[in-house]
């Protein structure tokens, strides 16, 4: 929160973080640059409002605090006068992230709506981290010994995405293998035709054939990379 943020409602808000979670610690930040050295924290829950910085630099900073925590699901909460520009800029920097993430307009905001937003965030069940999108792309999976199998890409998120064979393999729980999905068509020719992805089988369907996968270790050129095929797929279908 910025310094021209409404002192009463920072007091409402401290008020009711300390009397109904008191095992949270609450940090003010005061600049991006602050606010960047809190980043390796525990975070439940982050408020930002338009006079922290400039609507693209919070929307940029929230990016940045993202793909740090590309493993948990940081909720936001963004507050401001002017929903149009913030709704703009989060579709077009945030949109794969708006599972987790809200924002309320200071028109007509209340302390009372205030609070009920923070406690909803707050107390919400556990969401997806990131929203998935339905693919169905044919892709191939390269285990440790060199086997290549064939399987379609049925959806993908930013965090893993859910497959199926095409040549009568039955998965495994704990099963590890490398996602080589083609992207000639939807990223720059510099990433070349296909992308690796590591992935490892988390649950299967019944029958074995189909079956959930996270994306392990991704180094931060395959981040970006299936950051920007996802958007690329979303802009094509949209």
């Known amino acids: ?55 693209e630099e919070n929307i940029q900073t929230i990016k940045e605090l993202k793909q740090k925590k590309i493993d948990e699901a940081v909720p936001v909460l963004f507050l401001t006068e002017h929903s149009s520009d913030l709704v703009q800029s989060y579709n077009k920097n945030l949109f794969l992230y708006q599972e987790v993430d809200s924002y309320l307009s200071y028109h007509g905001l209340t302390g009372e709506k205030l609070i009920e937003g923070i406690r909803f965030t707050l107390e919400a069940e556990a969401p997806r981290r990131t929203r998935r999108y339905t693919i169905d792309w044919p892709v191939n999976l390269l285990d440790g010994s060199g086997k290549e199998l064939k399987a379609r890409l049925l959806d993908m998120s930013l965090h893993g995405a859910q497959l199926r064979s095409e040549d009568n393999h039955i998965f495994h729980e704990g099963e590890q293998f490398k996602v080589r999905i083609p992207v000639g068509k939807l990223l720059p020719i510099t990433f070349g035709e296909f992308i690796k992805f590591p992935a490892k089988v988390r649950r299967i369907s019944t029958a074995g054939n189909k079956a959930g996968v996270s994306w392990e270790y991704l180094n931060e050129g395959q981040l970006s990379a299936l950051t920007e095929l996802l958007t690329s797929y979303i802009n094509q279908r949209s």
Do not use: A, C, H, W
């Open 1 to 55: 929160m910025g310094d021209r943020f409404n002192n009463d409602l920072r007091d409402n808000i401290q008020k009711f973080l300390k009397e109904s979670y008191g095992s949270l610690t609450i940090s003010s930040p005061k600049t991006v640059r602050e606010f960047q050295k809190l980043m390796n924290r525990q975070i439940n829950l982050v408020i930002v409002d338009d006079s922290f910085s400039t609507i």
